[in-house]
């Protein structure tokens, strides 16, 4: 995967955001104004993700190339390189991931109205 692959990828979620509000090289990806996830233009060879806090444990054990992410909450967010250890199909789920995670943070109504996408 890469950084134009992972945007794209980003944006063909239902109600998926993007804008830039660390600056114009970093693209920050939303759902009904929560972050979900992000990657830096001046960086495009990794993702931030959020995640459950448990799974974000189990995915830095299964997978040594994923970290908590630099300047994010590390119990919740992880950095995830492109094309280093993790597939496209891998990166695709851990975005359905985090997508999903915000929306269901969501107020009961609003979550009603969005899909749970399949991780």
């Known amino acids: 995967m890469d950084i134009e692959s992972f945007r794209e990828y980003m944006l063909s979620l239902p109600g998926a955001t ?4 660390f600056g114009e090289d970093v693209l920050v990806f939303r759902i009904e ?11 495009p ?10 799974k974000a444990i189990e ?3 299964q997978y040594s190339d994923i970290e908590g992410a630099y300047h994010w909450n590390k119990k919740y967010w992880n950095q995830i390189p ?3 250890g ?9 975005a359905n991931h985090a997508y999903n995670e915000v ?7 609003i979550q009603s109205q969005i899909p749970i996408l399949s991780e």
Do not use: Q, W, Y
């Not at 060879?45 to 448990?54: D, F, G, M, P, R």
């Open 33 to 43: 104004g929560k972050i979900f996830g992000c990657v830096a233009i001046d960086n």
């Open 45 to 54: 060879n990794l993702c931030v993700l959020k995640c459950n806090a448990e």
């Open 18 to 21: 993007e804008d830039t509000p």
């Open 103 to 109: 929306v269901r943070k969501l107020p009961k109504k």
């Open 86 to 94: 993790v597939d496209d199909s891998t990166i695709r789920m851990l």
């Open 59 to 61: 995915l830095r054990e």
């Open 82 to 84: 492109f094309n280093r």
